[in-house]
């Protein structure tokens, strides 16, 4: 753990004034946070006019609702690269919460160059992540409470993979930047343990990692390296790991998700069930897998940005109490994912 | 200013022009005076179909522009009137067509300018080539004289030209157009625009043009993609308008390293602390992983997560996940398994550069060395993440800009900067 030292007393001065354009109104299910000329606004799927809640002319980005949205962090520049931002968390009047500097010019080395994304994890912590290299993300973890962090979760990948729930992650090691694909040895990892495969086992990651909607269990597909032979691995909070062999090989294009404790696989033309509790696979019509929570959720985000656009302004975040956006993680990036 | 009609006779390299011997050949054109000039009637015959079976059966038509054997700009109308322009007299003259048979038509062509300018004219056309575009016949002045007229159909042309990889140039013809050009998004987010280069106006001709590299959409400067844009020049003219396009691909960039043993310390009681994967890496160690000598064992957890490093006496030392072991290798292999160079190696998404590529960057470099990649979610698209060297001072105030590029050879997602 590293403690993270309190922040300048200028960043006390977010204290922003309050600019009450217009109240929320209750009917109004969806809320849209956005930047614009380096202030936070918010507006709503209704297309009503904006509210600002900040007004110090700090450059912002990354703004992002906590779960039960009533707060809201995101990420200031701070000029001279003295850190790679000032985290900030305010309520949705413009008070300020916590605010932390992240990662000091001396503690880059090696680590993540950027923040290029923030995800609230639960009510206290925040997931802060950037690329270190092409094929490396660090993500750290800071806790608002303690003002602490845990930095150095390293994903071979995009970046480590939160449960719901906030209290387990997932990430991929053993595939070092600058190392021929014969020579990686892909391992997948949850809270630090490595879970699959065995030692000496060589297999390729075909999937992106999906956690169940409760945190109990993580689903990916890998394929064997030698022969080329693809299973849906399961891993259970309780520690162990299934893997369950599939009769369709995954492709880029499949889409893992879940749908009642299965694991629908959904590829162009058809989809698989790996049954829970079981090495069942049912073959199922593409159809019959095409509304999975992930798609209503990607769907509804697609919707929110067309809406949104009327506002002109950048870094999108949408909340609402209970929509399927709530099947994404509450994460935003610079990417646009 | 009198105008000579020429007679068509060439006496040892003369011409003979009402009756006068002239050194230097003299036009030969319907409408084009000797001595006075009559305004002969116009020949508006009734409006009937276009249209002219050419001598392969094509169907031609006579409304269009058209270019004379004297360098005329002649303009029918659908209505089959129209202008005859000779930079010969010092106005349009008027032009009636009357269509004659499935082949031919005849132009009367009526001077209403002042007595002696020039003088109205009759032409008997009839298309000789089988695209229609080329009617020739002889011609008759009001005053008696006579020749052979040919008609040539004016064509629009334009011809794109890329001076650089930020410089291009649209040539149309015929002269007297103007040109534009726009941008249109084909792939990713952030594209290349173009504008006219400074002090370029949109009648010059050949028109100069630069493209623009995007900006990074993101306020920390964080690296952003980029996008393919289709560049469209269009020439108009009064002959209709013409485009030409091209697609031009843009990067986001960002900047990355491997370990540097001078960064984390000096061992054994000197070396930086860091904590990898919830394991706290202080102090020193000896011969890890097969790697002779002591060093910072912060700095051997670099090397194993980052793949390679570069230690304090210049070695280039890489990792084998598979071996377990650190070797000391003369070059650092890239995924592509040939050597990286710092300043030269990318990493890019072999979806978008192939193997043997190399890669042109605005503001950046040329003959960049695709030869190295990324995970699947992070080097995707149009980014590309230029390989600096060894330790985080090489990358230090790199900007995270969107380029335009061009691959060499090219390809449908990065083409090369020839057109």
Same mark, same amino acid.
């Given at each position: 753990?590293?403690? *993270?030292l309190?922040?300048s007393?200028?960043?006390?001065?977010?204290?922003?004034?309050?600019?009450?354009?217009?109240?929320i109104?209750?009917?109004?299910?969806?809320?849209?946070?956005?930047v614009?000329?380096?202030?936070?606004?918010?507006?709503?799927d #209704?297309?009503g006019?904006? @509210?600002? *809640?900040? #007004?110090?002319?700090v450059?912002?980005?990354?703004?992002?609702?906590?779960?039960?949205?009533?707060?809201?962090a995101?990420?200031?520049?701070?000029?001279g690269?003295?850190?790679?931002?000032n985290l900030v968390? *305010?309520?949705?009047?413009?008070?300020?919460?916590?605010?932390?500097?992240f990662?000091?010019?001396?503690?880059?080395?090696?680590?993540?160059?950027?923040?290029?994304?923030?995800?609230?994890?639960?009510r206290?912590? *925040?997931?802060?992540?950037?690329?270190?290299n092409?094929s490396?993300?660090?993500?750290a973890?800071?806790d608002?409470?303690?003002?602490t962090?845990?930095?150095?979760?390293?994903?071979?990948?995009p970046?480590a993979?939160?449960s719901?729930?906030?209290?387990?992650?997932?990430?991929?090691?053993?595939?070092?930047?600058?190392?021929?694909?014969? #020579?990686?040895r892909?391992?997948?990892?949850v809270?630090?343990?490595s879970?699959?495969?065995k030692?000496?086992?060589?297999?390729?990651?075909m999937?992106d @990692?999906?956690?169940?909607?409760?945190?109990?269990?993580?689903?990916v597909?890998?394929?064997d390296?030698?022969?080329? @032979?693809?299973?849906?691995?399961?891993?259970g909070?309780?520690g162990?790991?299934?893997?369950t062999?599939?009769?369709?090989?995954a492709?880029?294009?499949s889409?893992?998700?879940?749908?009642?404790?299965?694991v629908?696989?959904t590829?162009d033309?058809?989809?698989?069930?790996v049954?829970?509790?079981?090495?069942?696979?049912e073959r199922?019509?593409?159809?019959?897998?095409?509304?999975?929570?992930?798609?209503l959720?990607?769907?509804?985000?697609?919707?929110?940005?067309?809406?949104?656009?009327?506002?002109?302004?950048?870094?999108?975040d949408?909340?609402?109490?209970?929509?399927?956006?709530?099947a994404?993680?509450?994460?935003?990036?610079?990417?646009?994912? | 200013m009198k105008?000579?009609?020429c007679l068509?006779l060439?006496?040892?390299?003369?011409?003979?022009?009402c009756?006068e011997?002239?050194a230097?050949?003299?036009?030969?054109?319907?409408?084009?005076?000797c001595?006075?000039?009559?305004?002969?009637?116009?020949l508006?015959?009734?409006?009937?179909?276009?249209q002219?079976?050419?001598?392969?059966?094509?169907?031609?038509?006579v409304?269009?522009?058209?270019?004379?054997l004297?360098?005329?700009?002649?303009?029918?109308?659908p209505?089959?009137?129209?202008?005859?322009d000779?930079?010969?007299?010092?106005s349009?003259?008027?032009?009636?067509?009357?269509l004659?048979?499935?082949n031919s038509?005849?132009?009367?062509?009526?001077?209403?300018?002042?007595?002696g300018?020039?003088q109205?004219?009759?032409v008997?056309?009839?298309?000789?080539?089988?695209?229609?575009?080329?009617a020739?016949g002889p011609?008759r002045?009001d005053?008696?004289?006579?020749?052979?007229e040919?008609?040539?159909?004016?064509? $629009?042309?334009?011809?794109?030209?890329?001076q650089?990889?930020?410089?291009f140039? =649209?040539?149309?013809?015929?002269?007297g157009?103007?040109?534009?050009?726009?941008?249109?998004?084909?792939?990713?987010?952030?594209?290349a625009? +173009?504008?006219?280069?400074?002090?370029?106006a949109?009648?010059d001709?050949?028109?100069t043009?630069?493209?623009t590299?995007?900006a990074?959409?993101?306020?920390?400067?964080a690296?952003?993609?980029?996008?393919?844009?289709?560049?469209?020049?269009?020439y108009?003219?009064?002959?209709?308008?013409?485009?030409?396009?091209?697609?031009v691909?843009?990067f986001? $960039?960002?900047?990355?390293?491997?370990?540097?043993? =001078?960064e984390?310390?000096?061992?054994?009681?000197?070396?930086?602390?860091?904590?990898?994967?919830?394991?706290r890496?202080s102090?020193?160690?000896?011969n890890p992983?097969?790697?002779?000598?002591?060093?910072?064992?912060s700095f %051997?957890?670099?090397?194993?997560?980052?793949g390679?490093?570069?230690?304090?006496?210049?070695r280039? !030392?890489?990792?084998?996940?598979?071996?377990?072991?650190?070797?000391?290798?003369?070059? %650092? $292999?890239g995924?592509?398994?040939?050597p990286v160079?710092a300043?030269?190696? +990318?990493?890019?998404?072999?979806?978008i550069?192939?193997?043997? +590529?190399?890669v042109?960057?605005?503001?950046?470099?040329?003959?960049? !060395?695709?030869n190295?990649?990324?995970?699947?979610?992070?080097?995707?698209?149009?980014r590309?993440?230029l390989?600096?060297?060894?330790?985080?001072?090489?990358?230090?105030?790199?900007?995270?800009?969107i380029?335009? =590029?061009a691959?060499?050879?090219?390809?449908?997602?990065?083409?090369?900067?020839? $057109?």
């Amino acid at each position: 753990m590293r403690v *993270i030292l309190p922040v300048s007393i200028g960043a006390a001065l977010l204290v922003a004034a309050m600019l009450p354009l217009k109240v929320i109104a209750e009917s109004e299910l969806v809320k849209i946070l956005y930047v614009k000329d380096n202030e936070l606004f918010i507006g709503s799927d #209704s297309g009503g006019q904006a @509210r600002q *809640i900040t #007004s110090d002319g700090v450059v912002k980005f990354l703004p992002a609702w906590s779960k039960d949205g009533s707060r809201i962090a995101f990420i200031e520049r701070v000029d001279g690269g003295r850190a790679l931002g000032n985290l900030v968390v *305010i309520n949705e009047e413009g008070q300020l919460l916590s605010s932390v500097l992240f990662r000091r010019a001396e503690d880059w080395a090696g680590g993540m160059r950027f923040i290029e994304s923030l995800e609230w994890l639960d009510r206290d912590r *925040i997931a802060l992540s950037g690329s270190a290299n092409p094929s490396l993300t660090e993500t750290a973890i800071v806790d608002l409470s303690t003002r602490t962090e845990e930095g150095g979760i390293f994903d071979d990948g995009p970046g480590a993979n939160f449960s719901p729930d906030g209290k387990h992650f997932a990430y991929t090691s053993g595939s070092p930047h600058f190392t021929p694909e014969s #020579s990686r040895r892909p391992t997948l990892n949850v809270d630090h343990v490595s879970v699959f495969p065995k030692e000496g086992v060589h297999v390729r990651l075909m999937s992106d @990692r999906y956690w169940s909607p409760d945190s109990s269990r993580l689903a990916v597909i890998f394929e064997d390296f030698s022969t080329r @032979r693809q299973s849906l691995v399961v891993w259970g909070s309780g520690g162990r790991t299934a893997a369950t062999a599939l009769p369709t090989p995954a492709g880029s294009e499949s889409d893992l998700s879940w749908s009642d404790g299965d694991v629908l696989i959904t590829f162009d033309h058809e989809a698989l069930r790996v049954v829970k509790g079981s090495r069942n696979v049912e073959r199922l019509a593409a159809s019959k897998a095409a509304l999975s929570p992930l798609d209503l959720a990607r769907a509804e985000r697609g919707r929110l940005l067309e809406i949104a656009k009327g506002y002109g302004g950048r870094d999108l975040d949408f909340w609402c109490q209970a929509c399927a956006l709530n099947a994404l993680p509450r994460k935003v990036s610079t990417n646009g994912n | 200013m009198k105008r000579n009609l020429c007679l068509g006779l060439t006496l040892l390299g003369a011409s003979v022009c009402c009756g006068e011997i002239f050194a230097q050949p003299c036009i030969i054109a319907p409408g084009k005076s000797c001595s006075g000039g009559s305004n002969g009637p116009t020949l508006s015959g009734p409006m009937i179909q276009p249209q002219l079976m050419a001598q392969t059966q094509k169907s031609c038509t006579v409304p269009g522009n058209w270019t004379s054997l004297a360098g005329a700009k002649v303009t029918v109308k659908p209505d089959l009137s129209g202008t005859f322009d000779a930079s010969y007299c010092p106005s349009p003259h008027k032009l009636a067509i009357t269509l004659q048979g499935t082949n031919s038509f005849r132009v009367r062509l009526t001077w209403t300018g002042a007595p002696g300018d020039c003088q109205s004219s009759t032409v008997d056309m009839a298309f000789t080539t089988a695209d229609c575009n080329t009617a020739q016949g002889p011609y008759r002045n009001d005053d008696g004289t006579s020749g052979t007229e040919v008609w040539t159909r004016s064509l $629009l042309q334009l011809s794109l030209t890329r001076q650089n990889l930020m410089t291009f140039s =649209a040539r149309g013809a015929p002269v007297g157009g103007s040109f534009t050009h726009s941008s249109t998004k084909l792939r990713g987010t952030n594209i290349a625009g +173009v504008k006219r280069a400074t002090g370029v106006a949109a009648t010059d001709n050949p028109n100069t043009a630069n493209l623009t590299n995007p900006a990074n959409p993101n306020a920390n400067g964080a690296p952003a993609p980029g996008g393919l844009v289709r560049i469209t020049s269009t020439y108009t003219t009064r002959d209709g308008k013409i485009d030409k396009s091209f697609s031009v691909p843009a990067f986001g $960039l960002s900047c990355y390293y491997n370990a540097l043993e =001078a960064e984390w310390g000096t061992p054994p009681d000197a070396c930086k602390p860091v904590t990898i994967r919830g394991t706290r890496y202080s102090g020193a160690v000896t011969n890890p992983n097969g790697l002779a000598g002591t060093y910072c064992n912060s700095f %051997i957890a670099q090397v194993r997560l980052q793949g390679s490093g570069l230690t304090r006496n210049n070695r280039k !030392i890489q990792y084998r996940r598979d071996l377990g072991k650190i070797f000391v290798v003369n070059e %650092i $292999l890239g995924a592509d398994l040939t050597p990286v160079i710092a300043g030269k190696t +990318v990493a890019r998404d072999r979806l978008i550069i192939p193997k043997n +590529v190399l890669v042109d960057i605005d503001r950046v470099g040329s003959g960049l !060395i695709a030869n190295d990649t990324g995970g699947p979610n992070d080097i995707t698209g149009y980014r590309i993440d230029l390989f600096k060297g060894a330790g985080s001072a090489v990358c230090k105030n790199f900007n995270n800009i969107i380029s335009v =590029a061009a691959c060499n050879p090219g390809n449908t997602k990065c083409p090369g900067s020839n $057109l």
